[in-house]
């Protein structure tokens, strides 16, 4: 054990804000107490009907009976690259119409899963050329 002494660090209070910003989001009051619960495994009974719970309520949401409506847990780019590797098989085309980041950020996925993507180059930012598109 150190003979220095453990740092002393005081606890933090931010004060509550309205955010209306892409995040951070404030946080119900309810969901902050969850998520001071004890933690679960993945294998933990109790995780694995929660998890069931969750997905009758996704199915519900989407409005589908598929049995492999699931949460990902990670970003948009994260359920986008799942989305996209569950989707198509390698060598084959792909139509991905780009107007910003995310369409180039599909592109290289799409490319990372072995499909040839079919670029619809649109204005950064504008709508999607619908003819544009369509030829594709």
């Given at each position: ?10 606890p ?37 009907k ?76 504008g ?10």
């Open positions: 054990m150190s003979s220095v002494d453990a740092p002393v660090i005081a933090l209070n931010p004060p509550r804000r309205v955010l209306l910003g892409p995040g951070p989001s404030p946080v119900d009051d309810r969901v902050l107490r969850v998520m001071s619960a004890p933690l679960l495994g993945h294998l933990d009974p109790m995780f694995v929660t998890m069931d719970e969750v997905q009758v309520m996704l199915r519900y949401v989407f409005e589908t009976n598929n049995r492999l409506t699931m949460p990902i847990s990670g970003t948009g780019s994260a359920g986008m690259e799942a989305a996209m590797v569950n989707m198509v098989e390698p060598g084959e085309e792909i139509v991905i119409c780009i107007n910003g980041y995310f369409g180039e950020r599909m592109s290289e996925m799409a490319s990372r899963a072995g499909a040839i993507p079919v670029r619809v180059e649109c204005e950064w930012g709508p999607v050329d619908l003819d544009k598109a369509r030829n594709a």
